[in-house]
């Protein structure tokens, strides 16, 4: 069974740090992995999706890493602002053999709060 | 505009009430998904669709029901036998085979939240 776990469960700093977000997952065999981005009471953002094949992934001041032998991936986030303060919640494609069909399971996320 | 829409935003149902939840999509996807997102948790898979007239269980389908007759669309029945069924519910979608390596990019409607008293 594939599980995902994100830490920290919260996480608040002061605007233009730099900072990670960690997740990781027990099943290495993924197809991809996606980071999502959550606002209160709103639906989900990809914000990065990451191909099995690959190791990182860059979009404007975020890059998502991944190493799937470790069962890891990080989201780097640079020169924080207040608007980056949301959920954000990482997945992985998975194939689950006992359904047979492919699955996104998520993780509980990283509910992250910039600071002025 | 393309996108994954869903409706109504909130909707408010007395116990033992079926309710219907909408999602449309105009990305010419075809694959859908429905998610039960509950608080502090991450999102738990209900039923899913590769492809129109033929749908699957996801992890948390009892009490639940689906359709798939249009491709751009995959409504979601709360049944009466849901004993918990106040959440927030999720619509997604995906290109599928089609999409080459964006096949399995999921894409998210905003959300529809349930309140059943």
């Known amino acids: 069974k594939q599980e995902v776990t994100q830490i920290p469960a919260a996480l608040s700093v002061p605007e233009g740090e730099n900072l990670v977000l960690n997740c990781s997952f027990t099943?290495?065999?993924?197809?991809?992995l996606q980071w999502f981005r959550q606002d209160p009471g709103k639906g989900l953002t990809s914000l990065l999706l990451i191909q099995s094949s690959q190791r990182e992934q860059t979009s404007g001041r975020l890059n998502a890493s991944l190493d799937k032998s470790s069962g890891r991936s990080t989201l780097y986030i640079a020169a924080s602002q207040p608007g980056d303060s949301a959920t954000y919640l990482c997945a992985v494609k998975w194939f689950e053999i006992i359904q047979g069909a492919q699955k996104l399971v998520f993780g509980q996320g990283t509910r992250l709060t910039i600071n002025p | 505009d393309g996108g994954i829409t869903q409706s109504p935003k909130y909707l408010f149902r007395k116990e033992g009430q079926n309710v219907t939840l909408s999602c449309e999509q105009n990305?010419?996807?075809?694959?859908m998904y429905w998610y039960r997102q509950d608080p502090g948790q991450g999102l738990r898979l209900i039923y899913y669709?590769?492809?129109?007239?033929?749908?699957q269980k996801g992890d948390i389908a009892e009490g639940y029901s689906v359709s798939r007759e249009k491709k751009e669309s995959f409504p979601l029945t709360v049944t009466s036998a849901q004993k918990n069924p106040t959440a927030f519910y999720l619509c997604?979608?995906?290109?599928?085979?089609?999409?080459?390596?964006?096949?399995?990019?999921?894409?998210f409607g905003p959300g529809t939240r349930l309140t059943v008293t």
């Open positions: 099943d290495s065999a993924i197809y991809n």
């Open positions: 669709s590769q492809i129109v007239n033929d749908f």
């Open positions: 997604a979608s995906s290109p599928g085979l089609a999409g080459g390596l964006t096949a399995y990019e999921q894409y």
């Open positions: 990305l010419n996807h075809d694959a």
